[in-house]
Each structure stands twice: as C-alpha cells, then as structure tokens.
C-alpha cells in the first residue's frame, strides 16, 4: 500500500509540475474578404504529396512531407475539402528523412512508405487494422533494419543506392502488376537505373518485392547540364556534366496515351521540368528528345530551381493531377518563393491521357496564414480596444520583389473570442527602410509605461542584423518614427530576449546562437548608456548543440506560479520549457520537451524549422497560450489545457471552423450545458443544443446562411461561448 501510495504521489507531482497544451485550430483568419480554411496549420515551403485513407473513411486524404523541416503534414478530405489534421501525423513513424512517398507495394489495398535511409531507400509496410494505424520496417535484420535491396550484376543482393537529394520514380513502369523502381545513377554518368520487381513472374502476385537491376541506362538518354540531354548512347558534349554531381527528381507516368511510360525529370541546378517522351514501348524505352515547355509553353513548369513533380489526385473528381514543388532543404540565396510554392495543374483529361492545366501557385497555401518563411508572431493591443491583434515578421514576402515586412491583423473579436483580419501588409512601411528578416517582440523598453516595438532586422546595405526599437508614445501614430539600435552584432537567422536576468532593474540580453549556444549579456549600464558586457556564453548550460541551431527564446510565467519560466524553440522544431529556471542558475534543471496532448497522450510534435514561440494570453484565460512561428513560414497555436477560465472567456472547441452549410459541425464542451446559435446581432437562429460534458456533439448547420454566428449558453453567459463561420 505504501509503495502505491508513493508512485501515486509521484504521478501527482509530476501532473503538477508539467504543462500541457493542445493545438487550437478554433480562432477564425480573414484575408481579403476571405476566411482562411487552414490558417493555423504552419505553412508549407517544400512540399512532397501523396495520397492515403489515413482515417479509414473510404476517401483519400492528403499527406505532405515538407523537406524543409521534415514535417508531415496531414489534410483529411472532409466532405471534398481539405482540412489540417494534425493529430494524423503521430501515426506516422519518427526518423522520416530527405523524401517521403506513399505507395501500395503489396496490392493489398493499403499504402506503404518508401522514403529515405542513409544506404537507400527505406520501407515501411502499412499493416493498420480495425481503425488503428501500423508499420512495419520491411525487411529489418538485427541489429538494425536493412534497406530495400535488389539483385545486381552479380549473384548477390545489394542495397539500392540512391542520393538523399533525389526523388525516385516507384512505379509498375512495365504494366505488369507490381511497383518497379527508377533513379539515377548513384554515382559515375547521370543516366537512369531500372530495378524490375520480378514478384509477378516469379510468384503470380504482387505481394513482395523481388527487384533486379536490369539496365543502368533506362531510355538510353543521359542528363548532360540544364536543358541539355544525350540521346541513343551518346556521350554528353564536350565541357557537358558528365557525372551525377546534384539531386534530381524523376516521375514516371504515360503523357500521350500510348501504354508505356514517359519521363518528367527536374534538376538541383535547374528550373525547368523536362520532359521525355518514350518512343519505345513499356519493356524497352527509349527517349530521342527533350522539351522544357511542360505541359505547354504558356503554363510551362519553371521555377528558380530544383522542380519536382507529383501525380495524385487532389481536386477530387478521380483523375490524377499534377503538384509541382521546389525539393530543396533550405532557400539558398532567398531564390525560392515560399509563399507560392506549391503549384497545382489540373487534369482535364484521364489517368491514361492527361492533359494539364495551370490552376494555381498556391495550392493548399491560399487557406494558410502564410508569410514565405520565418515567420515571426508579436502581439499588442494597438488599437486599444481591450483585445490583442496579431504582428507577424518574416524574412521574405513576394508582392512583385522579395522583401520583408511586419503584417498587422487586427482582432475584430473578444479578448476571449479572438478573430484577426487582414488590417495592413505593411506595417508601419518596415519593407522600405532597407532591412529584411523583421523579428518583432512588443514590451515597455524604457520603463515609461507605454509599449515599444522591439525588433531584430538584417540590414541590406551590410548584412548586419543588430536588435532595434521604436518608442511607444501616446498620439494617433502609437510609435515614434525615429529606429534606434540596443544591442549589435547578432547573426541573421540567430534570435533574442530581452529580460532583467539579474533583477538589477535593467533589461539584459539572452542570444539564441547558430551554434545552438544561448549567450546571456548582462547590462551594466542602463537605458540610456548601454553597456552590454557577454556575462555567460552557454547560458543555463545550453552550449553548442548540432540539435538545437538558432534556439529562440521566450520568458514569462507560464504556469502563473509567480516564477519566470524558459521556452526554448530551434531550428529544429524543438520545444524545451524550463520552469522556474532562474533559481537553478547555477545547477540547471532538465527541461520539458513533451509538452503536446495528442491523441490522449502527452508527446512531442513537429511543428517546423526555425520555431519563434510567442506567450500570449489569446483566450483571457488565467494561463497564457503560445503562438509558434515557423521557417515554413505559418504559426500555429497552443492551448494551455490546465487553463481555466478568466470571467467572460469561453470553454468549448468546434471543427471545423469555418464551415460549409453541407458540413456537420462537431462541439465538445468541458461541461455540459445547453446552447443556442445566435447572429451577430442577436437572433437566434438554432435553440436548444445539448452539449455533453468531454464529449464531441454533431450538429446540423444546414439551414445556416453564410455569415458569422456564436454558439452561446441559452442562460446568455458570455463565459462559454465560442464563434464559428459558416462559408458557402
């Protein structure tokens, strides 16, 4: 009894001291007349699609792997419409790499993972059942898993060797019933590997993978440079690429609708898509000619560099259609336009006869709160109305030019039951004073009673990023026009806080390094005179890390327990939250990285690269949410689940949100009461609804106009109401 005594008090204790949060979809986002159908879902930058029927309701969703931050991203098709679904991509396995495509090796029905390993190529095989989601590493050997392998020229097997920068081709290129495998070379001329998968002419059926490498030049071409090809066995010209020296992407599928397969290929150092057409047949290719003027020379694929293709269907009438995206790591040279990186081409043809046709350069990105990469969230009361609107910085926005600006949204809700709208692109005009990479914070940095505008920038006249300010001041302009520097010398993508570490009556300043060091620079002067001085360069023994580049940091009372807490994100997603930490200075304590209830568990979550989270009370509640930045350039938002309720704040979730009148509204409520449906202006046009404490209640909206409505308590309190917005 005691011993139970004891690990129950231990679980108590460790209840006590963890904070929890869920991912909030709930608070509606307007740009341009137009609520955003996604807005909290992180942005997108380098995007790999596939389909899967990942919550087993007979439809295909749509996953997206972004290389950028090796996220997975999850839209459940709900009623042929996309919705972000976090919660799905914890039932993929951790470790996934480089490139990520979903395939059905085994003709049973359900999709499979072929994705990267550091000898290959990696596969797991889906075995889900009975609604639960399972994979199996698909011939794992102790002491650890073997990567998919194929018969060379020799009697024995070899791994299939690929480079992590390319994306292969996995494909029943001969029409013979089973998933065939083309790549390029590993190494040596950059031609095409074809490893056939000889499971049907072995054993009748599609139910394993036998491969053999039968050829090394599959469609006798060779890749010579961008736009430059060799044909029928020729060498590339002279002063031509010759060896396979960058990343490439192929997609094999049938352009002219004669049965065999044609190739569209991309380059790491190229733009353009080229396209192959098979003059041959489906066992032998053969590749005579290359066109760079896909799908046609007025929509033609061209981006500023690395293009690569993927055919699914995504529009929802049952013919593939094509995604093109850039497969890059990271945005060399800011060339890339994140903000319109995935573009959409629609088939208006059939599987086996396509034709395509340019949609859109935002395919999923147009329902995002979206900002290009490194975005970056503030909040303040600018408007005085009593609720706080939403800033966000990011490094790079395309209105005609890459640059940079702060967006202003304004809260046109509560501060209880927050809606943002589109208020102003360029804040302040920042994207004309020569700077890019703006970083916000908003705080009193003189003391004076009036909030400043704090910010890091990188100036494009000498690249050196430095922290900045903006008085506050009490006029109509809020803010003084005169920018003047704090503090120097930060790197570019390296970020700040501003906090009185040593309770000396002065703000002090904490550097998150790209080494992952945070250096902490005590001021021993005071605001007028400066005088930073470097007190410790791995401050709270966070020292150099290859795990944590860039971390980003934010401090406040998280818990409300009267004690400054830490909140480390990096660049590599990761959320650390140490409590309490300024009285463990000198014997720090490990900090919390599960931090997410997901699932009914409490886990760790992918937000992105280059995480910039945010405290900031969004519901009026007694504990602060955290908004999160992102490299992909979105943010997404925390809710703290042991928060509870400040007067006139709501206590009840809905989804979707905005909604279709054909869509069932789902509500769960964290105790039970019944609700009414009111308009703005206070009809009543739904009574009655009961709501079940911890419990998701379906809802019929079908008799709704388009417009805004709350869902509110019949007694008329204010402290569980929640809005919602239907869209036609």
């Known amino acids: 009894m005691r011993i139970l005594l004891s690990v129950l008090l231990f679980f108590l204790a460790q209840s006590v001291l963890s904070q929890t949060y869920v991912i909030d979809q709930s608070i509606p986002v307007k740009e341009k007349d137009r609520y955003l159908s996604n807005a909290w879902s992180g942005g997108l930058n380098s995007g ?3 389909t899967i029927d990942i919550n087993f309701d007979g439809v295909d969703d749509l996953v997206v792997f972004d290389r950028t931050s090796s996220k997975i991203n999850v839209f459940i098709n709900e009623d042929s419409e996309y919705k972000y679904r976090p919660e799905y991509a914890a039932h993929f396995p951790s470790g996934i790499s480089n490139w990520m495509l979903l395939r059905d090796y085994d003709c049973d029905g359900r999709k499979d993972i072929f994705t990267s390993d550091p000898l290959g190529i990696r596969v797991y095989v889906n075995e889900s059942d009975a609604g639960n989601v399972k994979w199996r590493l698909f011939n794992s050997r102790a002491p650890q898993p073997s990567p998919l392998l194929t018969k060379g020229f020799s009697a024995s097997p070899i791994n299939i060797q690929m480079n992590s920068s390319d994306i292969p081709s996995i494909d029943d290129v001969d029409d013979d019933g089973d998933l065939d495998i083309l790549l390029f070379r590993f190494s040596s001329v950059s031609t095409v590997e074809f490893h056939k998968n000889l499971s049907i002419e072995r054993t009748a059926s599609c139910d394993s ?3 053999e490498r039968v050829t090394q030049s599959w469609g006798d071409f060779q890749e010579c440079d961008c736009r430059s090809f060799a044909f029928n066995g020729e060498d590339c010209p002279s002063g031509g690429r010759t060896e396979h020296q960058s990343g490439k992407s192929l997609l094999t599928l049938d352009l002219d609708g004669d049965g065999d397969r044609d190739a569209l290929i991309g380059e790491e150092d190229c733009g353009f898509i080229h396209q192959l057409p098979n003059d041959g047949t489906k066992d032998l290719a053969v590749m005579n000619k290359v066109s760079i003027n896909f799908p046609n020379a007025e929509e033609s694929i061209v981006l500023s560099i690395f293009p690569a293709t993927y055919y699914e269907d995504v529009d929802f009438d049952g013919v593939k259609d094509l995604i093109v995206a850039p497969n890059v790591p990271t945005n060399v040279g800011y060339g890339v336009d994140f903000k319109r990186s995935s573009w959409f081409y ?24 979206e900002f290009g990469e490194n975005a970056v969230p ?31 949204y304004k809260n046109v809700g509560t501060s209880s039951l927050p809606e943002f709208t589109l208020e102003e692109e360029d804040f302040l005009g920042f994207s004309n004073i020569g700077a890019i990479g703006y970083k916000p914070k908003f705080m009193d940095i003189n003391k004076d009673g009036l909030i400043d505008l704090v910010f890091s920038a990188t100036q494009t006249s000498t690249f050196a990023t430095s922290i900045f300010y903006l008085l506050g001041r009490n006029s109509s302009t809020k803010f003084d026009t005169q920018i003047r520097q704090f503090f120097g010398s930060i790197g570019t993508d390296e970020n700040f806080e501003i906090f009185d570490v040593d309770s000396d009556g002065e703000f002090d300043v904490l550097v998150g390094r790209s080494t992952g060091r945070v250096e902490y620079y005590r001021n021993l002067g005071n605001f007028e005179t400066p005088n930073f001085v470097q007190e410790d360069q791995s401050f709270y023994d966070l020292d150099f890390s290859p795990f944590r580049q860039n971390p980003s940091i934010e401090i406040t009372d998280f818990d409300v327990d009267g004690k400054s807490d830490m909140l480390i994100g990096d660049a590599r997603g990761n959320l650390t939250l140490y409590n309490d930490f300024l009285s463990n200075l000198e014997n720090p ?6 931090l997410i209830i997901m699932n009914d ?17 969004l519901f009026n509640e007694n504990k602060p949410a955290i ?11 925390l809710r703290n689940q042991t928060a509870s309720s400040n007067p006139g704040n709501g206590n009840i979730g809905l989804y979707p949100n905005p909604i279709r009148p054909d869509q069932m ?13 009111v308009t703005t202006s206070g009809q009543v046009v739904m009574k009655n609804i009961q709501l079940t404490a911890n419990e998701d209640i379906l809802v019929n909206i079908s008799t709704l106009k388009e417009g805004l409505y709350i869902l509110s308590p019949v007694d008329g309190s204010k402290s569980d109401a929640i809005r919602f917005v239907v869209n036609k």
């Open 48 to 50: 790999q699609y596939s």
């Open 209 to 211: 993978m036998q491969f």
């Open 346 to 369: 629609k088939n208006n043809g059939t599987n086996e006869n396509p034709s395509f046709s340019r949609v859109q350069f935002d395919f999923l990105q147009d329902g995002m709160l």
């Open 378 to 408: 503030a909040f303040h009361d600018y408007d005085g109305d009593g609720d706080l609107d939403m800033f966000v910085g990011s490094t790079l926005e395309n209105s005609g030019r890459f640059s940079s600006s702060i967006r202003y």
């Open 589 to 594: 304590v490990e900090g919390q990285t599960e």
């Open 601 to 617: 568990s409490l886990s760790t979550f992918n937000f992105g690269s280059k995480l910039a989270p945010v405290a900031v009370n």
């Open 627 to 637: 908004a999160i930045g992102t490299g992909q350039g979105g943010i997404s938002i």
């Open 665 to 677: 509204l789902t509500v769960r409520s964290k105790k039970s009461f019944l609700a009414n449906v």
